[in-house]
């Protein structure tokens, strides 16, 4: 969506004169606004802090069962990996959703700045080099997207070191001997 497009939507002036009114109760908005920024913040923060110790914990229990020997059958192995797969892929797919709302959430926070009388979040967001320039500030979703990938290949590999063996075994069965 176009820049004034956008404004049109977000600034609707005819139901306010431009008055002291108007600047008071955008700062109020703005205000409000930047607290429910604060809050899908947390919420983010919160639903990492869940996969990583939900990954942490199964694979935990996974390196323990594989230690001790106890017996697992192949398949609990194959089920874990493959289950924590699909965990990790809806991880990630979580990060992307909250990184492109909080990009939404301060794209509005910069256009209602430019109706108040200082841009401290654009001002900050153009010292850091818009996030283009790693030696000033690397985004934080760039590094927590790449987490729940790293978590696959760990999954990957529990799954793939029962997987193997099992499809050695039936594949003969399945196929028939080879001639």
Known sequence: MKKDE?????????SFSISED????????YKLYIESAEKIS????????FFLALNT???????????????????????????GIIIC?????IVRSYKGLNGGKFD???????KLPLSLYNSEWEILGRGNDKNKY??????????????IVFHSFVLL?????????IYPILMGPIK
């Not at 108007?22 to 908005?29: H, M, N, R, V």
């Not at 760039?142 to 790293?150: F, Q």
């Not at 070191?161 to 075994?169: A, Q, R, T």
């Open 6 to 14: 956008l404004e049109k939507i977000l600034f609707n002036q005819s």
């Open 22 to 29: 108007y600047y008071k109760y955008l700062f109020e908005q």
């Open 42 to 49: 947390d919420r983010r923060q919160k639903s990492n802090e």
């Open 57 to 83: 914990a199964i694979l935990t229990v996974v390196g323990f069962a594989i230690g001790k020997g106890d017996g697992f059958p192949p398949f609990f192995y194959i089920l874990i990996g493959s289950g």
């Open 89 to 93: 892929y809806f991880w990630y797919r």
């Open 108 to 114: 509005v926070i910069h256009m209602i700045e430019t």
């Open 138 to 151: 690397w985004p934080f979703s760039h590094i927590e997207l790449n987490i729940p990938w790293i978590f």
């Open 161 to 169: 070191k029962f997987l193997i063996p099992v499809l050695i075994v």
